[in-house]
């Protein structure tokens, strides 16, 4: 590693971390080395120890350099999508263990943990973890990982991860934070204490909305042997094309980052004394709940703004069906603005009640700003805001 953290700040590092001209070429950005295997030098000598492209690839290896320079972290392993990363870490338990996971996480985490590992014997408890003596009084002896979003989606709830992963560590439990919300630009849990970062890297890190990815990043050797291994056994990897795609995205992550806070900031403040609107809820707003935890745990806010406009559910689909500029779909993280509704898009799996319980009322909007021209998404949400639903009576 010739580009280090620490020697490097993250702007070059994006650029330039695992990024060396190529040796034969110069090339100055890595190839795609679409090939699946290697010619050997001798018998038992693969070149550089490539020998097989599920165990190890060039541009892959370029990737999960990068990313895990810019975690601050010494070792990544990059999969063909988040899930498949946060399915790796589960080969760091056995049956019988127990997880201790937010109440408000990701519904496909909450999906994998509920439907699909719980069968293999590893037991899930869902916990509020901005609650750190809820967290602290849900540990048994068998809790061997600590599972935290932070911040959550879409309520943007924050949870304090050092005191988490100090708990943690003295309970002799992994952490592993998913940092998908915040990207490593603006938050670096494994400077706070975590054992593992996880990424959808499908959303801030590709950035473009053009690819499906997802990473690690640990300090601990161990960690990384075994997850390197699974990776290999278990076979979830990228292609070389979406590990270039990626790290072509993640050259410009600080740029994008920056520009997707300054307009969320900008939009949730003009939200919040907008007369249709009865709540913003971002981490960069004096009036959020964990405001003090966002700004001594994260570097910015990030580009995710949820609110609750007034009218209930037909309100929100005038809304919802009638901006231009912000997209109707699901997914975040890219240049693109884009609008959804939890309620019967994302967390439609959530029952009615919970759902209310929890806060995700059908009023409730979520926007991943994009990084288009502040004016423009004005414009566009105003003018949603304001096509009254009318009576058909
Ligand atoms: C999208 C997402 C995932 C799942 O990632 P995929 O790339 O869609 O498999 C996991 N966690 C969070 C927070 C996400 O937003």
Redesign the pocket.
């Known amino acids: 590693m010739s580009f280090k953290p620490g020697e490097y700040s993250f702007e070059t590092l994006a650029i330039h971390a695992g990024q060396e001209p190529e040796a034969t070429t110069g090339a100055v950005v890595v190839p795609i080395f679409q090939t699946s295997t290697y010619a050997q030098e001798g018998l038992g000598k693969p070149k550089l120890g490539y020998d097989y492209s599920r165990a190890d690839n060039p541009t892959r290896a370029a990737y999960e350099e990068c990313i895990a320079a810019l975690e601050n972290g010494k070792y990544g392993t990059a999969y063909s999508?988040?899930?498949?990363a946060?399915n790796n870490c589960m080969y760091l338990l056995q049956s019988g263990d127990e997880v201790i996971v937010g109440d408000d996480?990701?519904g496909?985490?909450f999906r994998f943990f509920t439907k699909v590992i719980d069968g293999f014997g590893i037991k899930s408890k869902f916990i509020d973890t901005t609650d750190v003596a809820a967290v602290e009084a849900a540990f048994t002896p068998k809790t061997k990982m600590l599972w935290v979003?932070t911040p959550t989606?879409p309520l943007l709830k924050l949870s304090d991860l050092k005191a988490l992963a100090e708990l943690a560590r003295s309970k002799g439990a992994y952490m592993v934070v998913?940092n998908?919300?915040m990207s490593p630009y603006f938050q670096k849990p494994l400077d706070l204490g975590a054992h593992i970062v996880?990424h959808?890297?499908?959303?801030y890190l590709g950035g473009h909305s053009d690819v499906?990815?997802?990473a690690l990043v640990t300090n601990d050797s161990e960690i990384h042997e075994r997850m390197k291994f699974c990776q290999k056994s278990v076979g979830a990897v990228p292609g070389p094309f979406d590990c270039w795609l990626t790290m072509r995205g993640l050259k410009t992550l600080a740029v994008r980052m920056r520009e997707h806070e300054r307009n969320a900031i900008r939009l949730a403040q003009w939200l919040e004394e907008h007369e249709q609107v009865e709540r913003v809820i971002y981490p960069g707003l004096a009036s959020h709940p964990h405001h003090e935890l966002a700004k001594k745990q994260m570097s910015g806010f990030g580009g995710m703004v949820s609110f609750i406009v007034k009218g209930g559910l037909e309100q929100a689909r005038s809304v919802l069906e009638g901006t231009k500029v912000f997209l109707l779909a699901e997914?975040?993280g890219g240049v693109e603005s884009l609008i959804e509704h939890p309620a019967i898009m994302t967390h439609a799996s959530i029952p009615k009640e919970r759902r209310e319980e929890i806060g995700i009322s059908d009023g409730l909007i979520r926007l991943s700003v994009g990084i288009e021209a502040f004016e423009d998404l004005q414009k566009d949400l105003d003018a949603a805001l304001s096509s009254r639903v009318t009576c058909g009576c």
């Open positions: 999508s988040g899930m498949g946060i996480v990701y496909g985490t979003e989606n998913d998908t919300f996880v959808s890297a499908t959303k499906i990815g997802g997914s975040l």
